[in-house]
């Protein structure tokens, strides 16, 4: 390269000054000072540069651009003296066009051209040319180092070049791969470099200079053979990202590892590493962006799917501009992620320059991978990321964008009313100016209440005077102004329930106003704003005295909490519950709020549910217990019968939460367990509702079967004597449960074995039969069978368990399972047990029962299945006839409850379950029971097929619709199947009563009639309907046309079977029997006869058409009779020698070689 011939800014732009004029650059509207923020200068602007015209070229329409609707994000600059000297290169220096850009520090740009030349720019001044290498084709690809000081520039031929980047001398020259492939993309690593050619292989060129010599040496670190690799981005000098078209691949320290990449074949994959977080690495392609998480330690590499999002167009390029990703989507738009994501802006009037397109022609002379000629021409060539700013390069110029400052948006957005997009823009600013700024916009929307009816408006000002610290004006400004707009005073309310108002809290006076207007929009948050508050911020007396009051009682319980911790706000709200008000989430009186402030105080948690240091949950705890326990000064009752007389349910569940916990674990754990225990049994004594008294007896009797409450006798005897005084299910089963509960018995271990921890063992018989006395005096079946069934009193156990009124699911279970086991251990014990309360086993359960019953009831099953008037014993039956007990009496009596409960469904017992009933005694209990729907069936069984077809005409003659067809189609069918048993005149009778009834017949059952009936007595004597005739007459003309067609066809195939088989024999047959076409008989007497093919003979004289009257064959004037052709027997071949030659297949050594 000679500086010397390298042309200077002021010689290209005075070569031509006419031609300046006639530019031909890109159509931008006139672009707004405030939204661009251009500096003024006393060149042309923009517009008009921008708006000359080619005088030998066709004018490109404009399109127009709609102005934004808020403040861009980015500020566009487009370098107008590179653009003009790129062009003014190609026009008068025949540089060709701009195919590759890089941008470094310090306002250095370079720019490769088609023709293999380089142009470098410092501050838009061009500094160096390089033409050096114009017979490598076009300039592909350029990249700065980290400092700028280095450029390497790739050609289309191979050729990869290090210049110095301040003079413009190639430093080193290196071609990869003996100029096969073009290089595609080059960066940097640290002090080395990294190369991707066309032909999709990775290299690594490291540059040293041993002894003062400067030189390159470069090695492959990804082959093309493996994967195709058509896009890579390094992090730093020794992790690398590359893709192919089928995944991701990180490369660290010789290793590799990598994840599938979907998407069509013809869109290209993008990479670019993450500017916030260097474990990210961002890929997309086709619509689908994707953060993956890379994690290289020591020698394994872990990659990990972060977060998956679907894009509206497919991304070309990803890169980062002010801490946000920018993407470059296929139709030409510039995106920021986030928030401005749907705010793009359109890059398509400057053409961007894409890189794939000069290596699928002239620059690479076809040597393009398969990879590239399947991705297309959408890699993006001139596009470079350096100090915030992207530079992008295209046919009519170099662009650059950059982020726009967060203050300067913030203000023009406030300034044209998108005070929200302003606010949301200010709380993500920093600095004493973000601050300045932010107490500006609190005083402008402070004079506009009615703003803050937004909710987003209202969370973003109370967000933005909280990140600041600007909480004298979020009281002193906001509040005495805006105080009347509900939702900002819901939005306060909300902030404090979260606790961000602690650093800016407000005066006592300030509470007290925005509780009082909560409590008029949203009394819910009243009592979690209060419990949320600091207590510095409230006014006891006052917040109070108005929340009891409004009834809030929560509220009353955080004030109370606030000033003598949770215990406190149980003594204060003690007084106000209303045990008649029945709990649960209809509660109207201070129930709710004590049951919420006695599970604080038992969690060991403060006001509001805030968590207590470690060091003071011991105490409050034991402190709640104590308070819970204690009676008060208003009733003198305990919080605890308070709570359990309010809502017993609930009181329970809490202690169940709390038990695994102090001071209900540790070493008095059990003590304090006995001390609640005590006080919950003299509270149930007091209670009235049965179903409070049962939740307490099953904790204390749940308490004392796992252990977790010591066997004291008092509880014991307590828990008893509640549990006899209790009515109901629940009470009866922990009455049993303390019954059935003995003494643990320490097991017998042997000596230096661990310690077996304690049995329970069995009670014994004589303290059962107490029991069952107590039992017996309290009136207590459920109780007594349970006994009963442990005393192994089976005569007494039935009964009992009969007693109860409305035995559960449980209970019936448990009974059904003493049966069974009954029935495996005394078979005949248990049936004379079961016998008499069979029918009301029935009615409990059918089919548990029919399980039970075996062989030995059939004596007893025909009765009780006549005294179960329920479709239980249909069921119960049904269950028996599935296992194959049903049979005798018993299917009688199954059969008459079927005629008595579903008699449509008596026929299909009999036709499913032949030979079950005599059909004499199935036709006695239809008659009897009136079931006529199943007379047919019974009547065809006893051989009277006649009087069911009667019976069957005269149900059609009560049905209509659906049934009446259903009926008609049963009456076919019997005729069709008895028809063929039953002398002719008989089936004759039975069809014509059937046609005389029926108003319509399918012509498919008149073909059965009309082989009992002739077709003129179907039409003219047996068919009143005109309907029924026509049916019998279109019948019976095609049963005709049937039959003839059949004798037509059956004629035609005997004729070729006879004529096939006397020409496959060769030979006639003698001639007798009659002419074929006279009819006369053949003979001597009678003159010549001929025979045709097919044997059919005939006078010569009758034979006048020479041809078969059958299939028409010729018959052949010369007749000539062929002996029969003899079948030759073949001859023994006469042996022969052959030489036959073995050859063995090559045999390989030991080392593989043949």
């Known amino acids: 390269m000679d500086l010397l ?63 934004p609707s808020g403040c861009s994000a980015v500020q566009i600059d487009f370098l107008q003296a590179v653009s003009q000297q790129i062009i003014q290169a190609q026009e008068r220096s025949s540089a060709g066009t701009a195919t590759a850009l890089s941008v470094g520090a310090n306002g250095k740009l370079t720019v490769g051209t088609a023709h293999g030349h380089l142009l470098t720019f410092f501050e838009q001044t061009l500094r160096w040319v390089c033409d050096s290498n114009t017979d490598r084709g076009a300039v ?79 090695s492959c670190l990804f082959s093309g053979a493996r994967g195709e690799v058509v896009a ?32 069509p074949p013809d869109t290209l994959p993008v ?95 076809g040597r393009v991978s398969r990879a590239m000629c399947m991705a297309g021409g959408s890699a993006l060539g001139g596009a470079c990321v350096a100090e915030g700013a992207l530079a992008l390069l295209g046919r009519r110029g170099v662009l650059r964008v950059r982020p ?167 003594k204060e709200l003690v007084g106000y519950v209303d045990a008649s008000c029945g709990g649960g989430a209809s509660c109207r009186c201070a129930g709710g709020a004590l049951l919420l402030a006695a599970a604080d105080a038992l969690g060991g948690r403060g006001a509001g549910g805030r968590a207590l240091p470690d060091h003071a949950r011991p105490s409050a705890r034991h402190d709640a217990l104590h308070t819970l326990l204690a009676e008060t000064e208003r009733g003198g009752r305990s919080p605890l019968h308070v709570l359990c007389a309010h809502d017993a349910r609930a009181c329970v569940r809490l202690l169940e939460q709390s038990a695994r916990e102090p001071p209900f674990a540790g070493p008095l754990g059990k003590q304090n367990r006995l001390r609640v225990a005590r006080a919950l049994l003299a509270v149930a004594h007091q209670l009235q509702e049965p179903d409070e008294r049962a939740e307490i007896l099953e904790f204390i009797t749940g308490q004392l079967s796992t252990g977790a409450l010591p066997g004291d006798r008092e509880v014991v005897a307590g828990a008893a004597e509640l549990a006899a005084g209790t009515a109901g299910e629940r009470a009866d089963r922990a009455w049993l449960a303390l019954l059935l509960r003995a003494p643990a018995t320490p097991a017998v271990s042997l000596p230096g074995a661990p310690a077996v921890p304690l049995a329970p063992s069995p009670p014994p018989r004589a303290q059962l039969a107490a029991h069952r006395a107590a039992a017996a005096a309290a009136t207590r079946p459920r109780v007594l069978w349970r006994l009963d069934v442990l005393l192994d009193n089976h005569a007494e156990a039935l009964p009992r368990f009969f007693e109860i009124e409305n035995p559960s699911a449980a209970d019936v279970d448990e009974l059904f399972e003493y049966l069974a086991s009954r029935t495996e251990a005394d078979c005949v014990g248990a049936k004379k047990q079961m016998e008499d309360y069979l029918s009301k086993l029935i ?11 075996t062989d030995q009831f059939s004596d007893v099953l025909s009765t009780t299945l006549s005294t179960v008037a329920s479709d239980r014993a249909l069921e119960f039956a049904d269950c028996l006839l599935e296992a194959g007990r049903l049979r005798g009496e018993a299917a009688a009596a199954h059969f008459r409850n079927l005629c008595t409960r579903r008699p449509a469904a008596a026929s299909a017992f ?85 046609l005389k009834r029926a108003e319509s017949m399918p012509p498919a059952l008149l073909l059965e009639a009309a082989a009992y009936l002739p077709p003129e007595r179907l039409a003219a004597r047996v068919c009143s309907a005109p309907r029924v005739a026509q049916a019998a007459l279109v019948a019976a003309h095609g049963q005709l046309g049937a039959w ?26 003698a001639v007798r029997g009659r002419c074929g076409r006279c009819g006369r008989g053949l003979g001597a007497a009678d003159g010549a006869c001929r025979t045709t093919h097919c044997a059919r003979a005939c006078h010569v004289a009758c034979d006048a058409g020479g041809a078969c009257g059958v299939c028409g064959a010729r018959v052949p004037d010369a007749v000539v009779s062929l002996p029969p052709s003899r079948t030759p027997v073949p001859s023994a071949p006469t042996p022969q020698d052959h030489s036959l030659q073995l050859v063995a297949p090559p045999r390989p050594d030991l080392e593989g070689i043949v």
């Open 5 to 67: 011939k390298t042309p200077s800014v002021q010689s290209l732009l005075d070569s031509d000054l006419e031609s300046v004029g006639s530019l031909q650059y890109m159509d931008f509207e006139e672009l707004d000072e405030v939204e661009y923020a251009l500096p003024t200068s006393e060149a042309p602007t923009l517009a008009e540069v921008l708006s000359a015209e080619d005088e030998g070229e066709e004018k490109i329409p404009f399109k127009p651009v709609e102005e």
């Open 843 to 853: 009615e409990l359960r059918p089919r548990a029962t029919a399980a039970l019953v």
């Open 271 to 365: 990479l670019a590493w993450s500017d916030t977080d260097e474990r990210v690495l961002v890929c997309g392609r086709a619509k689908t962006l994707q953060w993956l998480a890379v994690n290289v330690t020591g020698s394994s590499i872990l990659l990990r799917p972060v977060h998956r999002v679907e894009l509206k167009s497919s991304p070309l390029w990803l890169g980062w501009l002010g801490g946000n990703l920018a993407i470059f989507d296929a139709d030409e738009n510039l995106r920021l992620w986030g928030d401005d994501y749907d705010k793009p802006l359109d890059l398509s009037q400057i053409e961007p320059v894409y890189a794939s397109a000069f290596f699928k022609g002239l620059w690479t002379d």
């Open 404 to 570: 726009r400052d967060l203050l300067a948006r913030a203000q023009a957005a406030m300034g044209s009313g998108r005070h929200a997009q302003a606010l949301r823009l200010l709380c993500s600013a920093q600095g004493p100016d973000a601050a300045a700024l932010a107490n500006s916009f609190i005083i402008n929307i402070s004079e506009r209440p009615h703003l803050l009816s937004n909710k987003v408006l209202a969370d973003l000002a109370i967000k933005l005077c909280l990140k600041f610290n600007l909480g004298e004006e979020l009281w002193s400004c906001l509040w005495e102004q805006c105080a009347g707009e509900k939702v900002f005073v819901e939005a306060l309310g909300e902030a404090a329930v979260r606790g961000e108002l602690y650093d800016a809290a407000p005066s006592p006076d300030c509470s007290q106003e925005l509780i009082e207007r909560l409590a008029d929009c949203d009394p819910g948050l009243v009592e979690r704003v209060v419990a949320s508050l600091p207590l510095t911020s409230l006014d006891p007396h006052r917040s109070s005295v108005f929340t009891r009051d409004k009834g809030l009682w929560r509220g009353v319980g955080a004030i109370a909490a606030a000033l003598g911790g949770s215990s406190g706000a149980m």
């Open 1044 to 1069: 003839e067609c059949a004798a037509r066809v059956a004629a035609r195939e005997a004729h070729e079977a006879l004529a096939l088989a006397l020409a496959a024999a060769r030979r006639g047959l």
């Open 140 to 218: 592909s690809c350029v990249a700065y180092n980290q400092d700028s000081t280095r450029l390497l520039a790739g050609y289309a031929r191979g050729l990869i070049c290090q210049y110095d980047s301040i003079q413009g001398v190639v430093l080193r020259r290196v071609t990869l791969g003996g100029e096969i492939w073009g290089t595609l993309r080059v960066t940097w690593a640290g002090m080395s470099g990294l190369a991707l050619d066309t032909g999709g292989s990775v290299w690594l060129i490291k540059f040293s200079r041993p002894l003062g010599v400067r030189s390159a040496r470069s």
């Open 232 to 263: 890579m981005a390094a992090r730093d000098a020794r992790i690398l990202a590359l893709a192919t078209l089928s995944r991701v691949i990180i490369v660290a320290g010789g290793r590799a590892a990598g994840v599938r990449l979907g998407g």
């Open 910 to 994: 009999l036709e499913k379950n032949p030979g079950m009933l005599r059909p004499e005694e199935a036709l006695a209990i239809v008659r009897e029971t009136g079931a006529r729907e199943a007379e047919p069936a019974c009547l065809e069984a006893t051989g009277d097929p006649g009087a069911a077809l009667d019976a069957l005409l005269n149900l059609v003659s009560d049905a209509e619709g659906e049934a009446e067809a259903g009926l008609l189609r049963r009456a076919c069918e019997l005729c069709t199947r008895v028809a063929p048993g039953v002398p002719a005149e008989t089936a004759g009778g039975m069809w014509a009563r059937l």
